[in-house]
Nanobody, 123 residues
Framework: QVHLVESGGGLVQAGGSLRLSCSAS????????MGWFRQAPGAERQSVAN????????YYADFVKGRFTTSRDNAKNTVYLQMEALNPEDTDVYYC????????????????WGQGTQVTAAS
């Protein structure tokens, strides 16, 4: 079973940056597709980005394109989400998740999830 742990969340001013990390254990990261998601209280979880096993292909939700970048270091079993130009609408709990098949934006297609990390962008 894969165990995922997110870190790097926090409070920033609007326009600021944060880098989230997702550390994986229980399975070699190179064998799994990784996704980033976010969820506000009472709202549905939404896809933010995902990255292929090798890191060579990435997809982004339209509302983060040009501001967020996901990458991975399979040797360190860690995936990253670099977030720039944060605004209050980005305030959410951010989750990483994994699946053994290919790239996918739908939350229901991911098998294991981390516990989430809070990101708050203050105006």
């Amino acid at each position: 079973q894969v165990h995922l742990v997110e870190s790097g969340g926090g409070l920033v001013q609007a326009g600021g940056s944060l880098r989230l990390s997702c550390s994986a254990s229980g399975r070699a990261l190179s064998t799994i597709t990784m996704g980033w998601f976010r969820q506000a209280p009472g709202a549905e979880r939404q896809s933010v980005a995902n990255i292929s096993r090798s890191g060579g292909t990435t997809y982004y939700a339209d509302f983060v394109k040009g501001r967020f970048t996901t990458s991975r270091d399979n040797a360190k079993n860690t995936v990253y989400l670099q977030m720039e130009a944060l605004n209050p609408e980005d305030t959410d709990v951010y989750y990483c998740a994994e699946r053994t098949s290919g790239l996918e934006m739908r939350t229901t297609e991911y098998e294991y999830w981390g516990q989430g990390t809070q990101v708050t962008a203050a105006s």
